[in-house]
């Protein structure tokens, strides 16, 4: 099935626009489970378990698996293998090359590691992304404007007007099966993203451990359909450190789950 | 020993500033060897012991191993470790994400990978790198001017004056233990980057397959020690098709550091 009709009927079912970020630290496992690679997809499979009749999708951030070297990429792989069909899942890896070895990485993130959808970087142009966007049943999240400060760096470099994620924005626009990643930290200028186009999905992090505004994430940052991914990962997953763990961050998803819908329904 | 350090013995050992490509492509592998994973550290086993006294560095694309699945990257730890010491690994996997991801990142490739040096993407700014240069003995390529098409969708941005490529560099300037990428097929405008520093070591792709002019390349992007790191992949590591593969990368090779050290006495 496409993406984009999984993450419909995702978001139908269990009335979420909540996509929960599975980016599992060694050192941030509850204190209930040993403090070993091994338990990272026992973690993994318990907050799914736990969580997966509350949200719409799941972000795997492919750096918490690296950390854990060649092992880390089977645990990533044994993930994905576990969430239900019916959830999309998201591949946050950010990869952006030259389109041969973007050809590798498309093959590596939909066919060998199964996922839904990849994040990628808009750095090297529009060209290169052929190798993902072929996969017509796939779906791109290009990064346009990051939660980080340094953001400002150059994403806000402004020429004639305009900053340089709006420009970014606008070279990608036209590509189907193509979304942005917004930043909800970057509270009302997500409206500058929005601006240019009504339609695009938008994967919005930065609400939770960093501190972005919900209220304004989802105010500007939903589509006409009123649809958006909202990441939330270390406020869900760690929400408790005890054997409470799964049942907590299931407290927590709901929580999200009710205030999303909450503001949704005042929009 | 530091990156540096270890780049410039290799570099007088050799008397060499090639650097090769290690991507094994399954399809593009010699005759001689089965189509099969288990093939790929093989065929690197014996590039590396033909090559590795004619070059200054090996440079992995992590894309090529990724599509190998979690297989791969066991290949792509064997493979690092097949590497003599005293040869510095350069993991070319254009990571970016914001600095708690990349804190994974950066153990990934130091830690559990045990490469040297790592190239990464700008899109998210100076701030988020500090989890890599924090690693003083390792060393940071962050990408510049890519070799491909759509370098000039953003990277030419021209803003007062200057490309955006221009305002990169400059932001990572100052920074120690980063070089930058700058691809081969930029041909004069490398030497618009080189104007920024003419310290910063340069590691240049694009020579070879991808038909970038290595006079133009040596000509603008060694810097004030005539130092600069030439790399090329496929028209090496695939000089022949069949079981003399490792003997003709071996000529290619020689060829290629000789016509290096041509151009650069013309200097």
Chains 1, 2 share one sequence.
Request: with cysteine; proline share 4%.
């Amino acid at each position: 099935m496409r993406f984009i009709q999984k993450l419909k009927k995702a978001i139908a079912k269990n009335n979420s626009l909540l996509c929960i970020g599975l980016d599992p630290d060694l050192k941030k496992l509850p204190n209930s489970l040993t403090k070993s690679i091994d338990s990272v997809l026992e973690f993994n499979r318990r907050i799914i378990e736990a969580t997966h009749n509350f949200i719409c999708a799941y972000k795997l951030n492919s750096a918490f698996y690296e950390a854990l070297g060649p092992k880390g990429f089977e645990i990533l792989k044994a993930t994905i293998e576990l969430i239900p069909k019916d959830i999309p899942v998201i591949l946050d890896s950010k990869r952006g090359d030259i389109d041969s070895s973007n050809e590798m990485y498309a093959r590596s993130a939909f066919i060998e590691f199964g996922a839904d959808s990849i994040t990628v970087n808009p750095y090297l142009g529009v060209e290169p992304l052929k190798p993902f966007t072929k996969f017509r049943d796939k779906f791109i999240f290009v990064l346009i404007l990051t939660s980080n400060p340094g953001a400002f760096d150059f994403q806000y470099v402004k020429c004639k007007g305009k900053f340089l994620f709006q420009r970014v924005s606008e070279k990608f626009v036209n590509l189907s099966n193509v979304g942005f990643v917004v930043g909800a930290t970057r509270g009302k200028d997500i409206k500058l993203v929005r601006e240019v186009s009504d339609e695009k999905l938008f994967l919005i992090p930065g609400i939770g451990a960093q501190k972005g505004s919900l209220e304004l994430a989802l105010k500007y940052g939903v589509n006409k359909d009123k649809v958006a991914l909202i990441n939330v990962g270390r406020a869900i997953i760690y929400a408790s450190n005890s054997s409470d763990f799964a049942q907590k961050a299931k407290e927590k998803a709901i929580e999200f789950k009710e205030k999303i819908n909450k503001i949704l329904a005042q929009l």
